[in-house]
């Protein structure tokens, strides 16, 4: 017998006592939108280990993209009394696997949550951090029937591991696989089922030492070989936080697989909090401030309305050049792109503006360093198309100014210090003599805060 939950509602997340076979020993909650109309999507949210269903409802973002978009979220929840660090068991293949555990108990979930919110059965979502990945990744390949799309954070293959003691190897290091034999494991999870498979968005840190990125590649690998789709990109974009997206079509163009690296992130799910569109989440163990994976997972998966894919079919802009540099600022322009509303402006990877024209100004740069921009298209929807070709700029070396005044006035002034009745310049601390008005020195500012003796003559 499974009996109906309370609606649940903006007031929180709410637990589901009874919701059908539970051979993995499971706990469920779940969060929707007050009045959410019948047809809506469905989300499966799995949490990373030593978290609870209650951390990632409040951390993630998901309870906020739910209210945005429409969508109830189901939050399954494992404990200590399943693994000692209330880790979902992706590596065990007695509860990772069709039919079996904690895979059997999440479909139940969704058969309850699909009957009580009357979800649409075609879109269908599941998405993890770390074990709750790894438990995704394999759900993924054990119900294809079932889930319309994933989305891995930090986390494992579908099957690496199918005994607690292979774990750690495929946390670690690479399983020297190929993308046929990635891809068999997701076939071999399903027999018989040939299409269609699930969307996967794969998000990894580049600095993660608990599950390396190498995963990342290895997930890359194996889901594009479900698809029949090569391991070259078919683009790449740099998006907010250090994060370069690539991008692999099927055979219509629209996206399969999406590989969200993210520069110098450790691991953890990536949230960026605050209340513009793109943002969410808030920050908290596992819980790292660069980009908000949550509103790029659900763009991916069509929830706004986009029709999946996540990214705008704009082209990239072309012409991008440097139409000028001083010691702080670069200058850009490029061509108009037809349909784009605006234009994001990125510097080494991470974006820094936007436009409504085709020039920008980058402020406050360091003098004499080289910096990588490229810019993409925005459309009226605020989805950034193909980022452009990279072009270098390097500000100007810093342009020597000189100062002659006595070293009490040199000192008030900030351009040295005293110390003991005696003067320093200040960043070479060369000594100046005497803390006085009768002590005159000329002094050349050679860097932002750097000052140097030259009383024989000023370049400046």
């Known amino acids: 017998m499974v009996t109906a939950a309370p609606q649940a509602s903006a007031a929180g997340l709410t637990q589901v006592s009874s919701f059908g076979s539970n051979p993995g020993n499971l706990a469920m909650y779940e969060y929707a939108p007050a009045n959410l109309p019948s047809g809506a999507p469905l989300v499966v949210a799995l949490h990373g280990c030593t978290q609870s269903a209650q951390a990632y409802y409040a951390n993630s973002g998901w309870a906020q993209s739910a209210d ?3 969508f109830a979220v189901v939050f399954p929840q494992t404990s200590s009394s399943n693994n000692a660090l209330s880790c979902f068991s992706w590596f065990d293949s007695a509860k990772s696997t069709r039919g079996k555990g904690e895979a059997a108990s999440v479909k139940s979930m969704v058969d309850h949550a699909a009957q009580q919110y009357g979800s649409d059965r075609g879109r269908v979502f599941v998405t993890g951090l770390s074990a709750g990945g790894g438990m995704a990744a394999d759900l993924l390949a054990d119900y294809p029937d079932v889930f319309a799309g994933g989305s891995i954070a930090s986390g494992i293959p579908a099957q690496c591991a199918t005994t607690q003691s292979a774990a750690s190897s495929c946390q670690n290091q690479s399983q020297n696989l190929t993308p046929a034999q990635w891809g068999d494991k997701v076939r071999a999870s399903y027999p018989g089922w040939t299409g269609p498979w699930p969307r996967v968005a794969i998000w990894q840190g580049t600095s993660d030492t608990t599950v390396y990125p190498v995963n990342a590649t ?13 391991q070259t990109a078919s683009g790449t974009q740099s998006l907010t936080g250090g994060t370069t997206l690539s991008t692999y079509n099927d055979g219509s163009g629209k996206p399969a697989v999406e590989l969200y690296s993210i520069s110098g992130m450790g691991h953890g799910l990536a949230v960026d909090p605050g209340t513009a ?9 596992y819980f790292l401030d660069t980009i908000c994976s949550t509103y790029y997972t659900a763009r991916f998966w069509g929830l706004d309305g986009s029709g999946g894919g996540g990214t705008s079919s704009l082209p ?5 050049s440097v139409t000028g540099t001083t010691d702080t600022t670069a200058s850009l322009g490029w061509n108009a792109v037809s349909g784009a509303a ?10 820094v503006g936007s436009t409504t024209s085709t020039s920008y100004t980058d402020t406050g740069l360091a003098t004499g360093t080289s910096y990588s921009y490229t810019v993409a298209a925005v459309d009226p929807s605020g989805a950034a198309g193909t980022a452009s070709a990279a072009v270098s700029a390097t500000t100007t070396g810093y342009t020597p100014t000189c100062f002659t005044a006595s070293n009490y006035a040199q000192t008030t002034a900030g351009r040295a210090h005293q110390n003991g009745g005696y003067t320093y310049a200040n960043g070479s601390n060369q000594a100046m003599g005497l803390w006085n008005t009768f002590t005159v020195h000329t002094l050349e500012q050679t860097s932002p805060g750097y000052y140097v003796i030259a009383d024989s003559g000023c370049p400046a």
């Open 68 to 70: 945005k978009l429409g």
């Open 218 to 230: 290895e997930l890359r690998d194996q889901w594009t070989n479900v698809w029949g789709i090569g």
């Open 277 to 285: 569109a793109d943002q969410c989440g808030a920050t908290g163990a």
């Open 316 to 320: 990239a802009p072309t012409g991008l």
């Open 342 to 351: 605006s234009y994001a402006v990125y510097r080494n990877g991470a974006k």
